[in-house]
């Protein structure tokens, strides 16, 4: 092996022997340890000696890769690595280094002197044997920008040609090769300047055309790959009928022209510095690969290779198209959604005029169809059309078809009606502006043709790139945190057309020059005007700052939650997962690992990861194999109920066994990066992560690889499909409970989780709930949402044409999700039991067409999922969250919360409940018994995550299920009418006394019986006043009737 690496690859490499012993007691690796530690450490400090360095292209300071380092004297040399870095090991001394690279001439530098214990650096800049060197003009200073109240003037792109721009253009490097590129040319050709000029470029693929092959887009820009904040994206896309080729060409020639006169000729650097532009030559490679040179009006290969028209196959504003959507069609509707376009073009060919929307009206005749952007689209047509004076002369094909057009623009409709235009969807349908090109008489001239188009299109092509900066741009921000605020609307007061922000805030308005009223307004913001004019050149930058409505004001947040909630909205963002992914690469073998070395794998990660990792035995499976599950949190022998809780689930059935893999990457990736990485670190610290990674250890001993198709090792140990085991009621189960299945539903009844997660193969979608036939989904929003997250954050799932025609999967999926029941309904599923009875969301991934693929393809399905995976540990940050407490502050468990009326979820210890909701406005309301009813309007954005709202309940206002008010009224009334009775009661029985009083009257015969009396009533005894005598007071005194003894 040593003698390989030295004489095959750029490596040194020595043999050591470590021990005497070649597999000693572990007692004894201690010691071997000490012997052997400072030496490996010196070892390795070695590779800090000799050269190291660079080498570039003179030209462009691209990277020279596999140029040959050469040292004279010695015969052994080493070439540059992927992007143009070499090192050279030598022993101190000095030396004459030379750079050779094929096509340029070779560079020596003589006496490099090495030192001891250091490194010398030494770069290296190669000539091109053939490069030009033109005269570079120098580059003027763009005009400072102007301050008038809240917006600017950005004039350093503006619309008009200047006379200093057509004199650049003159001298700028033109292409030198005009051929017609087949498919496999035009893919070397794109990877070829992608390489060349990877400083300025990114080459990548939107999906795939009916017969597979890559849609490729070519991103130019100062930055590739990358959103800049108020920089405008452009976009050119070429070949949408097959036989129109002329397009396909001139954007190729415009990517060699862009590319090899960025940082010399001052118009393309400023374009390529201010605007992110993408390319797409081909939309239609397969109508392309069947069309034929020399063809001038024919239809050979207009349509792609289901025989359907691209450009009638969009959906159209009237829902005339009922054709199925087409893969490209699909692909370059997800792709338009994707990126903050601003300004399109879609080249054809058979005439020469700009066509601008709309192409259609109802009555689907021909007559002018207006948008409400009329003036800004015929701006931007005359922009092109001016450039190409045959094209503005208005007479294209006079030896074809005698037909006229006033300055060489039209109106689509005005011209010929058609439905599903693809410039009309990306009007109606996205902030972007697009316009027809048609370049010329002939579809498929001959190649020998093809510089006289390139000359009579590129200022055209130029300029109209330049319009992408009119009109007015800026940014919306948050008053309260300065930070952007996505999907907020800007609309002009005269125009029936609003626009709305990019993720980070920042947004772009075409617009003609003219003074108007902008409005920017957001949900949960208060609304703000302002007047501006757009200039005749260039853009005015307007800014908004919003202020959130005050209805319920939150409290001051803590500033570690406040920087949690900038994380989110920063992972929420268009890069921002890539962002961390770059920044946290994986370095796994990728194989498959049956349950053995899964168990051994889980424990590993708990040895040496202790602090953040728990494992505990869920149960066993029928052959006694233990379910496993893998908590990953900051505190994950703690409960902690204000944390949401996410389950990632895999392995039900035994014979889809990549989602076990996936998980156990997962699981190594956050554990390894934890501490390490920022963003990973605080995921873990305020989430609850639980990995289950095989449920169905017993049907993954059966399965076997390779074996797409096969049901083996579908089922547990008893045959009993796991996925149709989960059943709330033991009256609907047909059997009795597996133990799996047992082991889960105890899990998931634990409540507590936000979100579940289940991998599983054999397709290439996103299914949610339910499963179950003909159920009501109550919030199918939310669940279908949750799923389009996923499926959009994968490479090829969300378009829609996911190309598993061997497992029987149907056609067209919109978005690659599915509700479960329309794909293969059941009863039993985790997903539905998870929704009923743990009141937890769960969505399931299907991540490959093939149920068990070989180990081979692990590497693709993990990177192809890797992004969705953290995307939901973003995602169950998000929604609502909250506590339930009474007036006095005492949380509520078990508190009610009812979404929108129907989902219900309940609050854990110390109050705390989180729901994910799809975006926007929606009514929380809470219940617990012995309250009055809490009810709350709560915004939801896709970007930020959820802010924590306070329930605070009053006592229950109903009695006997009557309101209190009128409870305590009516017994105030009882009250009130018992006492009045009583009173009444009491006069009567008073009234009647003094009549008895009035017929009688005691005799007093003696002194003795006075005072008895008076003792007796004194004492209040009833009896003794009964016990006396009485006399009718009615005679006269001296009469006596009798004497009453009792």
């Excluded at 009237?318 to 692909?331: L, V």
């Excluded at 005749?536 to 700052?545: A, D, L, M």
């Excluded at 994380?567 to 946290?584: P, R």
Aim: proline residues 5%; negative net charge.
């Amino acid at each position: 092996m040593q003698d390989y690496n030295y004489l095959k690859g750029n490596c040194f490499e020595i043999t050591m022997e470590l021990s005497c012993c070649k597999y000693p007691p572990s007692s004894q690796l201690r010691t071997e340890w000490d012997n052997n530690r400072e030496s490996l450490l010196a070892y390795m400090e070695k590779i800090h000696i000799g050269v190291r360095g660079n080498v570039i292209a003179a030209r462009n300071g691209a990277p020279l890769s596999d140029a040959v380092i050469m040292v004279a004297g010695i015969n052994h040399n080493v070439s540059t690595a992927r992007f143009g870095d070499y090192y050279r090991l030598l022993l101190p001394g000095t030396y004459n280094i030379t750079a050779v690279a094929p096509g340029y001439i070779p560079m020596s530098v003589v006496g490099v002197e090495v030192k001891e214990g250091k490194t010398t650096e030494l770069n290296l800049t190669l000539v091109s044997e053939t490069e030009v060197n033109p005269t570079t003009p120098s580059i003027s200073d763009s005009p400072t920008a102007t301050s008038a109240n809240s917006s600017s003037a950005d004039t350093s792109s503006p619309g008009e040609v200047s006379v200093e721009k057509e004199q650049s253009s003159n001298l700028a490097i033109q292409p030198q090769d005009f051929r017609h590129h087949h498919n496999n040319d035009m893919e070397l050709f794109l990877q070829k300047f992608s390489s060349e000029y990877s400083s300025i470029t990114r080459l990548y693929s939107i999906g795939k055309s009916v017969q597979g092959r890559l849609l490729w887009v070519m991103e130019i820009s100062d930055n590739p790959g990358v959103h800049e904040l108020g920089e405008p994206e452009f976009k050119y896309i070429g070949n949408m009928h097959g036989n129109e080729v002329v397009g396909r060409e001139l954007l190729l020639n415009l990517i060699e022209y862009l590319c090899r006169n960025y940082g010399s000729d001052p118009e393309v650097t400023q374009l390529v510095d201010s605007t992110r532009i993408h390319i797409m030559p081909s939309m239609n490679p397969d109508g392309y690969d069947v069309s034929q040179e020399g063809d001038v009006s024919g239809i050979q290969g207009r349509n792609n290779s289901n025989n359907f028209d691209l450009n009638r196959n969009f959906p159209d504003r009237f829902n005339f198209i009922t054709d199925p959507r087409q893969p490209e069609t699909i692909a370059v509707m997800n792709w338009v959604k994707s990126y903050p376009f601003v300004l399109s073009a879609n080249l054809h060919g058979g005439s020469l005029v700009v066509n601008y929307p709309y192409d259609d009206n109802l009555e689907d005749v021909i007559g002018y169809s207006r948008s409400s952007d009329d003036d800004v689209f015929k701006m931007l047509a005359l922009a092109y059309s001016q450039e190409n004076s045959q094209m503005h002369n208005g007479h294209p094909c006079p030896k074809i078809d005698p037909e006229f057009f006033s300055d060489g623009i039209t109106n689509g409709a005005a011209w010929y009606s058609i439905h599903g235009g693809m410039q009309d969807w990306n009007y109606i349908n996205t902030n972007c502006f697009e316009v027809t090109i048609e370049l010329g008489c002939y579809k498929y001239p001959l190649a020998a043709e093809l510089p006289k188009y390139w000359n009579e299109n590129r200022r055209s092509l130029l300029q109209f790139m330049h319009q992408v900066h009119r009109g007015f741009k800026g940014m919306v921000i948050d008053s309260k945190d300065g930070s952007g605020i996505p999907n907020a609307t800007i609309t002009v007061d005269t125009i029936d057309h609003p626009v709305t922000t990019n993720v980070a805030g920042d947004y772009w308005r075409l617009l003609v020059p003219k003074t108007y009223r902008l409005t920017a307004s957001a949900q949960g913001y208060v609304s703000v005007s302002t007047y501006a004019t757009v200039p005749k050149n260039g853009v005015e930058i307007v800014n908004f700052t919003l202020t959130r409505m005050t209805e319920n004001p939150s409290p001051v947040q803590d500033p570690n939650v406040k920087e949690f909630k900038s994380l989110i909205k920063q992972l929420s963002g268009e890069s921002g997962l890539d962002e961390l992914i770059k920044n946290t690469p994986t370095q796994s073998s990728f194989r498959y690992r049956r349950y053995i070395e899964v168990s051994e794998y889980l424990r590993g990660l708990t040895l040496n990861f202790p602090e953040i990792t728990s494992l505990h035995s869920l149960g066993q499976s029928v052959e006694f194999r233990t379910i496993w599950a893998l908590e990953i949190s900051n505190n994950p022998k703690v409960q902690e109920p204000s944390k949401p809780k996410i389950r990632f689930v895999a392995g039900i059935h035994g014979n889809a066994p990549a989602g076990t893999d996936m998980l156990l990457e997962f699981a190594a990736s956050l554990c390894i990066n934890y501490g390490k990485n920022a963003a990973i670190t605080r995921l873990i610290n305020e989430t609850r992560i639980v990995i289950l990674p095989s449920i169905n250890p017993d049907g993954r001993e059966m399965a076997k690889e390779n074996e797409c198709n096969s049901t083996a090792g579908m089922t547990n140990a008893h045959g009993k499909d796991l996925d149709n085991d989960f059943f709330g009621n033991a009256s609907q189960r047909a059997g009795e409970l597996q133990p799996e299945t047992r082991a889960l539903m105890d899990l998931i009844q634990e409540r507590g989780f936000t979100l579940s997660v289940a991998l599983d193969g054999g397709s290439l979608l996103v299914t949610y709930p339910y499963d179950k036939p003909v159920q009501p989904v109550e919030n199918e929003d939310t669940l279908r949402y949750l799923a389009t997250v996923y499926a959009s954050h994968h490479p090829t799932m969300h378009l829609s044409n996911t190309g598993c025609s061997n497992t029987g999967q149907m056609g067209i999926i919109p978005d690659g999700v599915l509700r479960a029941a329309e794909w293969r309904s059941h009863m039993g599923s985790m997903k539905d039991f998870s929704v009923d009875f743990g009141h937890c969301p769960e969505i399931t991934v299907y991540t490959s067409c093939c149920l068990f693929p070989s180990a081979e393809m692990l590497p693709k399905v993990w990177t192809e999922n890797r992004k969705s995976l953290l995307r939901m540990l973003v995602e169950v940050h998000k929604g609502v969250r909250g506590v339930v407490k009474d007036r006095n502050g005492k949380p509520i468990a078990g508190a009610m919360i009812v979404l929108n009326g129907g989902v219900r979820v309940f609050t854990s210890e110390g109050g705390f409940f989180h729901a994910l909701l799809a975006p926007g406005l929606h009514n929380i309301e809470a219940v617990a018994d012995g309250y009055q009813q809490q009810s709350q309007k709560v915004s939801v954005s896709q970007f930020e995550a959820a802010s924590t709202i306070i329930i605070e309940f009053d006592m229950e206002n109903n009695i006997f299920g009557l309101p209190r008010e009128l409870v305590v009224a009516s017994a105030a009334a009882a009250m009130t009418a018992l006492v009045i009775t009583a009173c009444i009661i009491w006069c009567v029985c008073s009234a009647k006394s003094n009549r008895q009083k009035d017929g009688f009257h005691r005799l007093r015969q003696h002194r003795d019986d006075y005072e008895d009396e008076i003792r007796l009533t004194s004492m209040g005894s009833k009896k003794s006043l009964l016990s006396n005598e009485f006399q009718d007071e009615s005679e006269s005194d001296e009469d006596t009737l009798y004497t009453n003894k009792l």
